[in-house]
């Protein structure tokens, strides 16, 4: 069920006798909304362990870190989503909040997190295949390439797979259940990678220098505070408990996952994986062994993946769209990036896409782990932006408790986005996203600064 064929004019909320199809559409809307950071555990932990240099002793220390500011930046959208019941994420918080030049640099950020996720949620899946079918480990980059064309050309058929992308979400979620308990009940196997802790560094400077790698997982925390927007046929009040169930939802889940794989693979002793595997497939052959449920296991994680690169592939033009305005209201990008097909879908802007995820699979090499490195600090810097915003707005209305803990938030998150930085290469990562906030805002500039800039972000998703 597409969410769009359900749309109603807002202020015309579905009736009494519409509870069942409001379930419905509940579910359709928050499994589809969460499966990017659902997926972002086929990769993240991994990276965690690499950080640590293989150390299992301190994973599951780090992860819970990294989950517990997953919860500190969801509570914050949590707030958004009280304020911003149409849809509005950092963009209209940071427009609001500091003025519209503001706006620019959350909307840089959020071109640049799509373009990433794209590169590695398909490079991921990439590796889940490999992983089941070893032989296709010389063609990494060409079957990354091959699934890149695959989902971009799905994506020309426009929005109508919100309900398949729940239910990919479900079966990854379902699966994962059963490999757990059989792992932690009756394992199939016990790896051998180490579990102590090197006694030549600190293990609480490993942690902290870690940590920041793997927030990767936070990633798409962002998407119920604008997708709400979508939800024309809700009332304000039902916008708001969808946007929070959802939020309430991807904590518990991905949440939940990532501390339980992660306790799984330290029981289990799954370490470091070879070249033509992952962490997470290694987990889940010790759990359960060479069988059906391995394969159902990397077969439903690749396929997950693939939704949350086909839910970015939709999510980005259609931002690229909004932005490029319309024949009555011209925008700060060239019209040719807003012309659509009868699908509703920005072609032109689809290609955009493609083609840049495509550089940085190249670039890789088909390999999700070297750009992992680049993920969590152009999201930071629009996560950073929205909590500035939300606690400029609570020390305005008088509520320091509220400016108290969104400014200690903020300064969690600028402390993960500096780390990160310090390694180099993800400066790169900043450079894009200050490029192109730089480019929209001089453009912006040029085209006598139209009004409404804030909520481009929910007009991308109204529009879809």
């Known amino acids: 069920m597409s969410l769009r064929g359900q749309v109603r004019p807002a202020g015309a909320p579905l009736g009494a006798s519409c509870g069942p199809r409001r379930s419905v559409l509940f579910f359709a809307f928050a499994f589809a909304v969460i499966a990017d950071p659902v997926s972002s555990v086929a990769y993240a932990i991994e990276a965690a ?35 911003f019941p149409k849809g509005g994420g950092a963009a209209a918080a940071a427009g609001r909040a500091f003025g519209p030049r503001w706006t620019f640099l959350p909307i840089g950020a959020l071109v640049v997190d799509f373009v990433l996720t794209i590169g590695i949620s398909i490079s991921a899946a990439s590796s889940a295949v490999i992983a089941l079918v070893p032989e296709l480990a010389g063609a990494r980059v060409p079957l990354a390439l091959g699934l890149l064309v695959l989902v971009a050309g799905l994506t020309w058929f426009g929005h109508g797979g919100r309900l398949l992308f729940a239910v990919m979400t479900v079966l990854f979620v379902v699966v994962s259940v059963v490999v757990l308990v059989l792992g932690f009940v009756s394992p199939h196997q016990t790896g051998h990678a180490a579990t102590s802790t090197d006694p ?35 009332d304000d009040n039902h916008r708001r408990r969808f946007g929070r169930g959802t939020l309430a939802l991807l904590v518990v889940i991905v949440g939940g996952l990532t501390i339980a794989l992660t306790a799984l693979a330290v029981r289990l002793h799954v370490g470091i994986p070879d070249a033509d595997s992952t962490q997470i497939a290694d987990i889940a052959h010790a759990a359960a062994g060479p069988g059906w449920l391995y394969g159902a296991f990397q077969l439903t994680s690749s396929l ?58 190249v670039a890789a090499a088909g390999q999700e782990q070297k750009l992992v490195l680049f993920y969590a600090v152009a999201v930071f810097v629009s996560f950073l932006v929205g909590l500035l915003a939300m606690t400029s707005f609570a020390r305005t209305e008088k509520k320091p408790a509220l400016a108290w803990v969104n400014a200690l938030a903020a300064a969690a998150v600028a402390f993960t986005l500096a780390v990160n930085l310090l390694r180099g290469w993800p400066l790169l990562s900043l450079a894009a996203t200050l490029l192109i906030a730089g480019g929209l805002y001089a453009r912006w500039v040029r085209a006598g600064r139209p009004t ?13």
């Open 304 to 361: 997950l993946l693939l939704a949350a690169a086909s839910s970015s592939f939709q999510a980005g033009p259609g931002l690229l769209k909004a932005l490029a305005g319309t024949a009555g209201a011209p925008g700060v990008l060239p019209p040719v990036l807003g012309r659509t097909n009868k699908h509703h879908t920005p072609y032109w802007s689809v290609v955009a896409y493609l083609a840049a995820a495509a550089v940085i699979i």
């Open 452 to 464: 409404g800039i804030e909520d481009v972000e929910s007009k991308s998703e109204s529009l879809a």
């Open 200 to 234: 030549g560094r600190s293990a609480v400077l490993a942690v902290v220098l870690a940590f920041p790698v793997a927030m990767a997982l936070a990633t798409g925390v962002e998407a119920p505070s604008t997708a709400i927007a979508q939800l024309g046929q809700l």
């Open 49 to 83: 362990l690499r950080a640590l240099d293989g150390d299992l002793a301190l994973l599951l220390p780090t992860m819970s870190l990294v989950v517990g500011l997953v919860v500190v930046v969801t509570a914050n959208y949590w707030q958004l989503v009280r304020r």
